[in-house]
């Protein structure tokens, strides 16, 4: 460490996620007790990509670890947009499914946001869906993008301030950047996006008080991009658990940044949980 620069500290994703999967576990617990019902999270993937059979594997598996009931529905790598889209209006209409989570990216030949617009919101605990990003844009109840729903709560537990620091966005798409950016501009920080189409990328992220890495090319943000004292998280997961951050220069230069595997992947599953007992909590009440 170079003097003047701090030595980052880690931000454990893997023991915040454990608390908030003890605690969906507890309260999927009291459902059971009281209404007799098991929330059910139903995961749909098309094609078997194998990185996404993993991680439906992996969800399917912490379900089951927090007492959540799991549907699993595969569709070949041929199935048809209307094929896709009929399972999900299925799944929806099924009174014994809580939560419904499309793994994607689905195959190019599918229409993936009539496929999302095909859960019901009230089942969207993954928050794809636009009635879900419309809701979170506008602080009215709904269920956020897990991802960066996740990366809120791991900001939380690290009592990072967000009201008035300056947060830069590396990458727009619809289930990360962007609504990460809008929870961020919604809990009063001035947000920066950034693209592809961005000039001088890193005279944008070197004023980032809060710098989240979401652009899927492995190890993209270097330490030269970061301010010192940032708060660094890498939002990124690539083949060979490489995140888009380059870990090591990055610490250099960070005050708190998250670990590849280990930060915001453990996040993103126990907000899916947290969000499906939810989910169950609020259709039982409803009747
Ligand atoms: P995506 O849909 O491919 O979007 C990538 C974004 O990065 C786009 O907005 C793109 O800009 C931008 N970008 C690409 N090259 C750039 C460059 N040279 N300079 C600046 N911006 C650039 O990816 P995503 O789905 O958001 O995923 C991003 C990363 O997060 C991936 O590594 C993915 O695996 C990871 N991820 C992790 C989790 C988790 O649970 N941990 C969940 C979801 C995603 P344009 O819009 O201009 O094309």
Known sequence: MSAGIPSALLMDGTAVARRIVEQAAADAAAL????GVTPCLATVLVGSDPASVTYV????NRSAKAGIGSRHVELPETATTAELVATLTGLSQDP???GILLQHPVPPHIDERAAFEAIAP???VDGVTMHSFAAMAFGEPGFASATPGGILRLLDAYSVDLAGRHAVIVGRSPILGKPVGMLLLARDATVTYCHSKTADLAALTRRADILVAAVGRPRFLTGDAVKAGAVVIDAGYNPGNVGDVDFPSAAEKASLITPVPGGVGPMTIAVLLEQTVAAARWQVARG
């Open 32 to 35: 059971k007790a009281q209404a």
């Open 57 to 60: 594997r992996m969800k399917q």
């Open 96 to 98: 014994e499914v809580h």
């Open 122 to 124: 009230e089942k969207d």
